[in-house]
Structures are given as structure tokens and as C-alpha cells.
């Protein structure tokens, strides 16, 4: 089981979502800081989650190395809210070359590690959307999949079928809040 965040790495996450508003001026990471000390969400542009993709791929990282079995990531949020556009940085983060696409109705895609990556094989991207009962879920092979400490598994939607798999390492709630902007809260487990 990963360990609690570190005030060090909630300062690391929270000074990567320093966001732009809506009339585009910037917003400071303390002004982040704040909100998050209010609501426990965070306000972030696309730019901001593409740097927080970079600071959790370091985080998921670290978390691997304690653990047995894959680390687990769940991203919810209704549709639109980004949980696709953070795996696209998250990928582009760990340096994976190949385009990542929404698995709506393929429910699983694979995509594999630089070799250079020393703790990771393969990035198992599902999206749970249309499952509905347990045999959809057991369908993508899931189980073999967190079996492997070499997996980084992430289910888009993973809250509809939490009843069928082990408590994530990570949960990544996700709320629309303007055409721009995304509210953002981590929550480890
Ligand atoms: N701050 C932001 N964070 C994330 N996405 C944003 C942001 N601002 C605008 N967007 C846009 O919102 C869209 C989010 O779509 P995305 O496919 O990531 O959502 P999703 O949560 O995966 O939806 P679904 O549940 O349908 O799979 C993208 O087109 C993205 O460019
Ligand atoms: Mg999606």
C-alpha cells in the first residue's frame, strides 16, 4: 500500500496547478493553495493538469516501488470533466510514445513504458462507462492486470464498478466548472 501524501508532495501538486482564469490573467499557487485549504479542490487549466500530470507521474512512481501488485488509479467526474486529457499528459509525461485514445467502447488499451522506465511496464488505460455488472469488468482481465507491480492501471469512471475492484492507490475527481477551468481533488487512499 502506497504512503500518505507528504506535505512536501501536496505542496509539489498544489504549486503545479498555479492556473489561468477565465480573463486569462494567473493565478498564484497560493491563491491555489487556498482553495484548497476551503474546499479540497483544486482549479486548474489544461496547462495546469498537464503539470500536475507531471508531478503525480512522479508521485505513481515512487508509490510502485512499495507495493505488490499494480498501482491503481481512479478517475471520476461526469462527461467532459478531463479524466482522458489527464491520462494524454500523464502518458506524455512517463514519455510514452504511442497516441492515447478513449477506451469507451473497447472498455481497455495498453501502452507501454519507455524501456527506460525503471519501474513500469505497461500503462492499462480502462474506461468503465459502459460496464455493468461484473463480468464486464472481468472481461478487460483486470485481475491479471493488478497483479503485476509492473502495471500503472487507471479506470476512467472506476467509482461505477468499485464494488469489483481493490481500493485505488489514487482517486482523481474531476467537476467541470467553466468551458476552461476543471475543479481537481486527489484523494489517497
Ligand atoms: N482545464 C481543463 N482540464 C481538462 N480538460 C479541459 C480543460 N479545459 C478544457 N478542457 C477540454 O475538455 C475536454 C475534456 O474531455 P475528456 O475527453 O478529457 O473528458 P472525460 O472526462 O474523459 O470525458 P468522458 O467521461 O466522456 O470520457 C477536452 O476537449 C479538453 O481539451
Ligand atoms: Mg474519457
Same mark, same amino acid.
Given at each position: 500500500?502506497?504512503?500518505? *501524501?507528504?506535505?512536501?508532495?501536496?505542496?509539489?501538486?498544489?504549486?503545479?496547478?498555479? =492556473? &489561468?482564469?477565465?480573463?486569462?490573467?494567473?493565478?498564484?499557487?497560493?491563491?491555489?493553495?487556498?482553495?484548497?485549504? #476551503?474546499?479540497? !479542490?483544486?482549479?486548474?487549466? &489544461?496547462?495546469?493538469?498537464?503539470?500536475?500530470?507531471?508531478?503525480?507521474?512522479?508521485? +505513481?512512481?515512487?508509490? %510502485?516501488?512499495?507495493?505488490?501488485?499494480?498501482?491503481?488509479?481512479? #478517475?471520476?467526474?461526469?462527461?467532459?470533466?478531463?479524466? =482522458? +486529457? !489527464?491520462?494524454?499528459?500523464?502518458?506524455?509525461? *512517463?514519455?510514452?510514445?504511442?497516441?492515447?485514445?478513449?477506451? +469507451? !467502447?473497447? *472498455?481497455?488499451?495498453? $501502452?507501454?513504458?519507455?524501456?527506460?522506465?525503471?519501474? !513500469?511496464?505497461?500503462?492499462?488505460?480502462?474506461?468503465?462507462?459502459?460496464?455493468?455488472?461484473?463480468?464486464?469488468?472481468?472481461?478487460?482481465?483486470?485481475?491479471? $492486470?493488478?497483479?503485476?507491480?509492473?502495471?500503472?492501471? #487507471?479506470?476512467?469512471?472506476? &467509482?461505477?464498478? %468499485?464494488?469489483?475492484?481493490?481500493?485505488?492507490?489514487? =482517486?482523481?475527481? *474531476?467537476?467541470?466548472? +467553466?468551458?476552461? #477551468?476543471?475543479?481537481?481533488?486527489?484523494?489517497?487512499?
Amino acid at each position: 500500500m502506497a504512503q500518505k *501524501f507528504t506535505p512536501l508532495e501536496r505542496r509539489r501538486f498544489l504549486s503545479a496547478v498555479e =492556473t &489561468e482564469t477565465t480573463d486569462g490573467s494567473v493565478m498564484s499557487p497560493l491563491a491555489s493553495c487556498e482553495v484548497s485549504v #476551503l474546499t479540497g !479542490f483544486m482549479t486548474v487549466s &489544461e496547462k495546469g493538469l498537464a503539470r500536475l500530470a507531471k508531478r503525480i507521474s512522479s508521485w +505513481t512512481a515512487g508509490a %510502485s516501488q512499495v507495493k505488490p501488485c499494480a498501482t491503481l488509479v481512479v #478517475l471520476s467526474g461526469n462527461l467532459g470533466s478531463g479524466k =482522458t +486529457t !489527464f491520462i494524454k499528459y500523464l502518458a506524455r509525461a *512517463f514519455k510514452i510514445k504511442s497516441k492515447v485514445h478513449s477506451p +469507451t !467502447f473497447v *472498455f481497455v488499451h495498453e $501502452y507501454h513504458f519507455p524501456k527506460s522506465n525503471a519501474q !513500469f511496464l505497461k500503462l492499462i488505460h480502462i474506461d468503465a462507462y459502459r460496464m455493468e455488472k461484473r463480468s464486464d469488468v472481468a472481461a478487460t482481465g483486470i485481475k491479471q $492486470y493488478l497483479k503485476d507491480p509492473q502495471n500503472l492501471v #487507471l479506470i476512467e469512471w472506476g &467509482e461505477r464498478i %468499485s464494488k469489483w475492484i481493490p481500493k485505488p492507490d489514487l =482517486t482523481i475527481k *474531476f467537476l467541470h466548472h +467553466t468551458p476552461k #477551468l476543471r475543479k481537481i481533488r486527489l484523494l489517497q487512499n
